[in-house]
């Protein structure tokens, strides 16, 4: 029988602190807390999805417990200790689901083992995840403990949404704010698992699935996964493309070319393309907003390719406000169809209009 697969986002999970991806001040204060022994008995994780929350809160928690503890205050990966947490049998260390378990009887029952000494570690960690789920009153019900901890407890957070969180919790944890990982360090990543499977990817098709990730490590490596078992040949950026469902970038500059002509009649081709090829049009004008971005950016950097070209820099001002305007509306319109259509009318049109500041 073949060995069981084991998706990216898991097989490449950081084992240890060297191994976490664009957090490294975070890294460094939990190290330095271990190596002046100045642990606080609750810490807070708050970040946007899949940028290491709860990972760093395992590696702190398996740091702590570590019978062999490196000199660089890494975990040693090989004690007793590290390799239940790392499997997630630690009696030591209960990782609870915030959602799941976010009751007064839930936290009743932290509150009644939270006294009990650890088994086998140093420490008894609790990781709470999504804790912003919780109820009220399991957050009033979790205060006491918090006020005068045991000296052997730690508790973790991680959330998603630290406004939900009650300020009374917050004041009482040191907060870290993890920062969205910069997609050239997701990308580099990817580079890494792709070298380790020996599977051959172009540099520009890393960096789209970076960019469509938007600063979360683990939505990358999931998409990748994806793309992976879409295609066995060399990863290009059309396979990418052709695996989320984006549309193709050619689309986008026969679109400012029909600007450039003024060529009225495209924005109806252009939709009846993508109706017909079944793309999502919502997600589309997404794409749409994100081109004339990058124009935008491009016209302000002053390094102008071919599309940036097209434009004048208040015509792409004007084109991404208007395309900004349209996406509220356009989620709500009962024909998304003939929505579209007016909207690249408007921008083809845009090539002509008079600024006010002219009149």
Do not use: W
């Not at 009220?136 to 949404?161: G, M, S, V, W």
Request: hydrophobic share 40%.
């Amino acid at each position: 029988m073949s060995k069981r697969y084991q998706v990216l986002a898991r097989k490449y999970r950081p084992r240890a602190f060297r191994d976490v991806v664009g957090q490294e001040a975070a890294v460094t204060t939990l190290k330095n807390a271990i190596r002046f022994d100045q642990v606080a008995h609750a810490y807070l994780f708050c970040g946007s999805r899949g940028i290491g929350k709860t990972t760093l809160a395992r590696l702190f928690a398996k740091a702590l417990n570590c019978r062999a503890l490196t000199e660089a205050f890494e975990p040693c990966n090989q004690c007793p200790s590290c390799l239940e947490i790392a499997s997630g049998q630690s009696l030591d260390v209960i990782e609870i689901d915030g959602a799941s378990n976010r009751g007064i009887d839930d936290i009743r029952q932290i509150n009644e083992t939270v006294s009990y000494a650890p088994s086998h570690g140093r420490y008894k960690i609790y990781i709470i995840d999504e804790v912003h789920m919780l109820t009220k009153e399991a957050f009033n019900a979790l205060l006491k403990t918090l006020e005068e901890p045991p000296e052997q407890a730690k508790f973790f957070f991680a959330t998603t949404e630290p406004h939900k969180v009650l300020p009374t919790i917050i004041s009482r944890c040191q907060r870290f704010d993890l920062a969205r990982i910069q997609p050239e360090r997701i990308a580099l990543k990817l580079e890494q698992i792709a070298t380790d499977l020996s599977r051959k990817v172009e540099p520009e098709a890393l960096r789209l699935i970076a960019d469509f990730s938007e600063g979360s490590l683990r939505d990358a490596e999931s998409l990748f996964d994806q793309i992976l078992c879409f295609s066995k040949e060399t990863i290009t950026t059309p396979i990418v493309r052709q695996s989320l469902g984006l549309v193709p970038n050619e689309l986008f500059h026969s679109l400012d070319q029909a600007f450039a002509a003024y060529h009225l009649p495209y924005a109806f081709e252009l939709v009846d393309q993508l109706f017909q090829t079944g793309k999502d049009l919502a997600h589309f004008l997404e794409q749409l907003i994100e081109h004339y971005r990058n124009i935008v950016h491009a016209k302000c950097k002053q390094t102008e390719g071919t599309s940036a070209k097209l434009y004048t820099q208040q015509q792409a001002l004007h084109i991404l406000d208007l395309l900004i305007q349209a996406e509220n509306s356009f989620q709500k319109s009962s024909c998304q169809r003939i929505a579209l259509e007016a909207i690249l009318l408007q921008i083809i049109r845009s090539k002509h209009r008079i600024p006010i500041e002219v009149l």
